[in-house]
């Protein structure tokens, strides 16, 4: 079985947010509904202040809570890995909301639903790459196997951060290449 | 608070199944007795809590999509015993009404309902703990969940069977209460120790249930006061008419205990935190 994931480049990031838009639009959200989105850390004091963005989404684990906790089987795993979310089974229980320790499914009122990332498998399928990373200035984020994404870029990216809730919970399928302010344990989380 | 319908949903299962133990106990203990209101009670507040727990879903109609990961979910696992919890004890309600004889049957359909929701809550426990959530994490919600069955059990079982004990020893009630809400309190007090060592998200949750320290210290004088009128109830024997009115003292520990109870299950619901930092 494959295992695709994420790559997020923290040293290209300047927070435009672009992703977050591009994959709204993609999946065409309501406000007050994000499947990927970009936060800004911020710390330190003058002469040396810093800031670092973090742009996330699903990171379709290798051993997703979300999937294990679904009562109806709506949360799923894919041949390729990707964890998918089938809505005609979905209940609108909310217990991958409390599952997933990212914070990821959305539980949307007007469907009754959840909804997240399925790092855009219609595109995938026709050859082409995601939106948030098609959509990136930057070229901050990659998408691929996650061999493939280890051989590149796993030697200076890592998957636990302070920000991030601890990886051996769930294994998540994601490479970040952090910024050396990301490792700070003191930060407060930017408002928008 | 989003959460009302399954705070009610695992408030009344509990009590229910706190009902079912007691009367099932009830029935070894005494001779031919067969507490129809305790019966009644249990079956109605299981209904009501599987009622409420459809109010929480997103897509009621497909309730019973739940059932297709019992292999893996514990909100699955749970979903099922919930349900047969509550067939089982309309089944004895049922048996109560329509069949007089039958002690033997009542007593097994009482055991198989106990057995199954000692099951449920251990599932409920489960549930809470395994998600994203680190106040839900460890072994307080178990023993809260349990702590509620016993003493909201014990107690709801004596005041609707007083009638028919009338004429027995009532201590254990009283002491089954009292022993539980302790352990109760000394666990949570544990975790809440832990709790505001933990990660950022614990923190947060801590960081909401100081805002309600005062809720907070009313619960434990609730839950514990109505204990303790409840033990001071069941120890005085052949009192009656000495003391005031014994349904009356005996509703009072309900009040203050069921009261206390369920700001706790509040405070559970409302100091849930995920995590800090999520897409929204
Ligand atoms: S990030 Fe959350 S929603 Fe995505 S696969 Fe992992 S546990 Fe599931
Ligand atoms: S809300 Fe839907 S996808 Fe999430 S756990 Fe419930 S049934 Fe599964």
């Known amino acids: 079985m494959t295992q695709l994931g994420f790559f997020f480049d923290m040293t290209a990031c300047g927070g435009c947010k672009t992703c977050q838009i591009a994959c709204s639009d993609k999946n065409d959200l309501k406000p007050g509904m994000l499947f990927r989105k970009v936060n800004g850390f911020e710390g330190g004091k003058f002469p040396k202040p810093w800031i670092y963005y973090l742009s996330t989404t699903c990171n379709h684990c290798e051993r997703p809570k979300c999937v294990e906790g679904c009562p109806t089987q709506a949360m799923h795993k894919l041949e ?71 051989a590149k870029y796993g030697e200076d990216s890592v998957k636990d951060l302070p920000v991030l809730p601890d990886s051996s919970k769930t294994k998540p399928s994601v490479f970040i290449k952090a910024k050396a302010e990301a490792s700070n344990r003191e930060f407060i989380l930017k408002e928008d | 608070m989003g959460e009302m319908s399954l705070l009610i949903f695992s ?73 047969v919890f509550m067939g089982l004890a309309v089944l004895y309600a049922l048996l109560v009404q329509f069949k007089a004889e039958g002690h033997g049957l009542r007593k097994a359909v009482g055991c198989a309902g106990s057995i ?31 702590a509620t069955a016993i003493a909201v059990g014990a107690l709801l079982f004596l005041a609707l069977s007083y009638q028919e004990l009338k004429e027995e020893s009532k201590s254990i009630y009283g002491l089954a209460v009292l022993a539980s809400v302790i352990i109760q309190a000394a666990v949570a007090i544990s975790a809440s120790f832990d709790l505001s060592i933990g990660g950022m998200a614990a923190q947060a949750s801590a960081e909401i249930l100081r805002g309600m320290a005062v809720v907070i210290f009313f619960k ?47 405070t559970f619901y409302v100091s849930m935190v995920v995590t800090s930092v999520g897409l929204t």
């Not at chain 2, 297709?68 to 979903?79: F, K, M, T, Y």
């Not at chain 2, 409920?124 to 460890?138: D, F, H, I, R």
Request: aromatic content about 10%; some cysteine; charged content about 15%.
């Open chain 1, 80 to 150: 390729n890995g990707i964890v998918a979310h089938d809505k005609d089974k979905c209940i609108g229980c909310r217990y991958c909301v409390w599952s997933c320790p990212y914070g990821v499914p959305q539980f949307n009122e007007e469907t009754g639903r959840v909804g997240k990332c399925d790092m855009c498998r219609d595109l995938i399928e026709e050859g082409e790459n995601p939106a948030c990373v098609d959509s990136c200035t930057m070229r901050a984020i990659e998408w691929g196997d996650v061999e493939e994404l280890k």
């Open chain 2, 11 to 83: 408030f009344a299962l509990q009590s229910a199944i706190g009902i079912m133990v007691f009367l099932t106990l009830g029935l070894f203990l005494y001779e031919n007795k067969v507490f129809k209101k305790a019966a009644f009670t249990a079956a109605g507040l299981s209904i009501l809590g599987v009622l409420a727990s459809l109010a929480h879903l997103g897509q009621p109609l497909a309730a019973l999509n739940a059932l297709l990961n019992i292999g893996s979910s514990w909100l699955s696992r749970e979903v099922l015993l919930s349900g």
């Open chain 2, 220 to 266: 434990w004088l609730l839950i514990l006061g109505g204990a303790a009128i409840l033990l001071w109830f069941s120890l005085s024997k052949g009192q009656e008419g000495k003391t005031a009115s014994p349904l009356g003292i005996l509703s009072l520990s309900v009040l203050a205990l069921i009261g206390g109870q369920l700001i706790g299950r509040y």
């Open chain 2, 116 to 146: 199954v929701g000692l099951v449920d809550i251990l599932a409920m426990g489960k549930l809470y703990s395994t998600t994203s959530v680190p106040v839900w994490q460890g072994l307080n919600t178990y023993v809260d969940f349990y």
